[in-house]
Structure formats: structure tokens, C-alpha cells
């Protein structure tokens, strides 16, 4: 069975930065996309960050310009580098993954909290 495990994710301060890691583990063939939601009581999840097979890279809009999203070769790891973290960036951070039979897996969550 398709795990994603998840690391990364902790305290900072605003301003600061985190490398978010999520790898898949068991059988898998290949992805469409990877990538990272984001939710918390009171908010729409939001799409994070993702990235398709072919390397195309998506943002929401909240933040471009801060995050980048990349993977490995082997298309099993993704990482979300997040710098200039504000404190609305406090969340539960998903990874997520989808492949082209329209199958969806997610990790455990972790999570980042950004304060003083």
C-alpha cells in the first residue's frame, strides 16, 4: 500500500524558514502530481503548492514569491522550502499525490506554526 510520510514541519519565527519533506513509499508506478494542502478550523483547504509529472509548478496566490515546491528524480519525494513564513502560515500541512487513474493518497500532516 502507498504511504506518504511526512517531515519538517515545526516552530518559527515570523520571518524564518522550514523544509517540508514528503516521500511515498510501496508500490507505485508513477504520479500525476505532488504536492501540499493546507487547512485549519475556520479555512478552506487550500492548494498549497503542486507539481505534475512534467515538472509544471503551481502556487497559490498567498504564497508565491515565499514557497517553492520540488521533488527528486524518481518522482517519489516532494519538498515545500518555505521562507518569510507569516504567522497566517500557521497550519496542518497535507502532502498529497494523485496518480493518472485518478487514485489519491495523502500524508499524515505536520505541523507549522509560525510566532514569536
Known amino acids: 500500500q502507498v504511504q506518504l510520510i511526512e517531515s519538517g514541519g515545526g516552530l518559527v519565527q515570523p520571518g524564518g524558514s522550514l523544509r517540508l519533506s514528503c516521500t511515498a513509499s510501496?508500490?507505485?508506478?508513477?504520479?500525476?502530481?505532488m504536492g501540499w494542502y493546507r487547512q485549519r478550523p475556520g479555512r478552506q483547504r487550500e492548494l498549497v503548492a503542486m507539481?505534475?509529472?512534467?515538472?509544471?509548478?503551481n502556487y497559490a496566490d498567498s504564497v508565491e514569491g515565499r514557497f517553492t515546491i520540488s521533488r527528486d528524480n524518481a518522482k517519489t519525494t516532494v519538498w515545500l522550502q518555505m521562507n518569510s513564513l507569516q504567522p497566517d502560515d500557521t497550519d496542518v500541512y497535507y502532502c498529497?499525490?494523485?496518480?493518472?487513474?485518478?487514485?489519491?493518497?495523502w500524508g499524515q500532516g505536520t505541523q507549522v506554526t509560525v510566532s514569536w
Open positions: 498529497s499525490a494523485a496518480t493518472p487513474w485518478g487514485e489519491a493518497y
Open positions: 510501496g508500490t507505485i508506478f508513477s504520479f500525476s502530481y
Open positions: 507539481i505534475t509529472s512534467r515538472g509544471n509548478t
